[in-house]
């Protein structure tokens, strides 16, 4: 096979495997074609990247209440890129590498550090959160065998390294307030 044969071949598969997601603005005609499992008619109709964030992305409260280098520790998978269209100049900068009157630019630093790990599928997010989960509960009980204050718990934790149990620790203390 000469390689002018090989690569119309190769083109032709990519493009039978393009277009099966249509834009949520795509036309009515595309639409129609996607829900029958068929390709989108325009390329503009084709869905294009969209970005999400990892199901246990920490809130913006959380967020908020740490320092830009708390935030920074945080894993790879929470550092994605947010447009701000308010800024000026507008910016790409981290969704969570921020503090109070200060954000970063995208990449951040973690984001170029560990660039392999920024974009995970979201069955690893959530086995991580689900693993995170079982961890928190596990030192809930610890702490209320031992009579432990969760703030004390929480300030281990933040201390050794660990600020993100850490602040899931403050925010189940916080929900926990909440529905006292
Ligand atoms: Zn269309
Ligand atoms: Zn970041």
């Known amino acids: 096979m000469n390689d002018e044969i090989f690569w119309a071949e ?23 074609n996607v829900k029958a499992g068929e390709q989108v008619e325009h390329e503009e109709c084709a869905q294009r990247a969209t970005l999400l964030q990892a199901p246990d992305h920490p809130s913006y409260e959380l967020l908020a209440g740490v320092s830009m280098e708390e935030n920074a520790k945080l894993p790879a998978r929470f550092h994605i890129p ?4 308010c800024g000026k100049p507008n910016a790409w900068l981290c969704a969570v590498c921020q ?34 989960a079982a ?18 718990l929480a300030l281990a934790f933040e201390n050794t390294g660990e600020p993100e149990i850490g602040r899931q ?7 926990g307030a909440a529905t006292q």
């Open 82 to 85: 947010v447009f701000d269209d």
């Open 99 to 132: 503090e109070e009157g200060a954000v970063s630019l995208w990449p951040c630093k973690t984001a170029t550090e560990q660039g392999t790990k920024v974009f995970t599928p979201a069955h690893e997010a959530e086995t991580a959160l689900r693993r995170q």
């Open 135 to 152: 961890r928190i509960a596990e030192l809930e009980k610890a702490a209320r065998k031992a009579q432990e204050p969760m703030e004390r």
């Open 10 to 32: 190769q083109r032709a598969i990519d493009a039978a495997s393009r277009g099966q997601q249509a834009d949520p603005t795509a036309c009515g005609t595309c639409q129609d």
């Open 169 to 175: 620790i403050r925010s189940a203390i916080k929900a």
